[in-house]
């Protein structure tokens, strides 16, 4: 079994700057993709952003392009979010994700909450 641990949230100031983290551990992990979703109050899980496991291209969703990074240290089975200029709408549980093949994702992580202050 896989299991994601998020870390790095936390309250910050409009315009701030998180680093999210989500460490994989469990059997044998070598997925084919690992992303971010965040879920705010009353809304929807949405998208934020992926990375491809092995050839590390990455793609984000419009409303955090050009404000958040995406990047794996596969040695350790680790991806991170780089979260920039942050915005109060940015607010949220944000969750890692795993996936095997490009249309599941498999694994969640339990999530870590950002509260951007405005």
């Known amino acids: 079994q896989v299991q994601l641990v998020e870390s790095g949230g936390g309250l910050v100031q409009d315009g701030g700057s998180l680093r999210l983290s989500c460490a994989a551990s469990g059997r044998t992990f070598s997925p084919y993709r690992m992303g971010w979703f965040r879920q705010a109050p009353g809304k929807e899980r949405e998208f934020v952003a992926v990375?491809?496991?092995?050839?590390?291209?990455?793609y984000y969703a419009d409303y955090v392009q050009g404000r958040f990074t995406i990047s794996s240290v596969n040695a350790e089975n680790t991806v991170n979010l780089y979260m920039n200029r942050l915005k109060p709408e940015d607010t949220a549980v944000y969750y890692c994700a795993a996936g095997t093949t490009t249309s599941m994702w498999n694994y969640w992580g339990q999530g870590t909450q950002v509260t951007v202050s405005s």
């Open positions: 990375i491809n496991w092995s050839g590390g291209s990455t």
